[in-house]
Nanobody, 122 residues
Framework: QVQLVESGGGLVRPGGSLRLSCAAS????????MGWYRQAPGKQRELVAV???????NYADSVKGRFTISMDNAKNAVYLQMNSLKPEDTAVYYC????????????????WGQGTQVTVSS
């Protein structure tokens, strides 16, 4: 079975940096894309960044120039380097993957991590 395991969240001061990691465990036939979403209390979950297996990326306007998403296909992992963090970046960050787990199963399924807290505060 496939699970997404996240790490790297924590408390950081404004202007600081964090690196989030997410690895998909289990056998995977193909990765379509992997990305990061975030949700603050009382707010809608929003896309932060996504990367396809071909390397194309998409970022929310609010994080362009500050965040960088990358993927390691060999490890079935995605990373989010977050620099110049701001208090408004505070949220629970969720890893999401669109995967083809088995050639015998559905060609596309969404998987979600449990979320990791990122708090930017002085």
């Amino acid at each position: 079975q496939v699970q997404l395991v996240e790490s790297g969240g924590g408390l950081v001061r404004p202007g600081g940096s964090l690196r989030l990691s997410c690895a998909a465990s289990g056998s995977i036939f193909s990765i379509y894309d992997m990305g990061w979403y975030r949700q603050a209390p009382g707010k809608q979950r929003e896309l932060v960044a996504v990367i396809s297996s071909a390397g194309s990326t998409n970022y929310a306007d609010s994080v362009k120039g500050r965040f960088t998403i990358s993927m390691d296909n060999a490890k079935n992992a995605v990373y989010l380097q977050m620099n110049s963090l701001k208090p408004e970046d505070t949220a629970v960050y969720y890893c999401r993957a669109d995967l083809w787990v088995s050639v015998y199963g559905p060609p596309s399924e969404d998987y979600w991590g449990q979320g990791t807290q990122v708090t930017v505060s002085s």
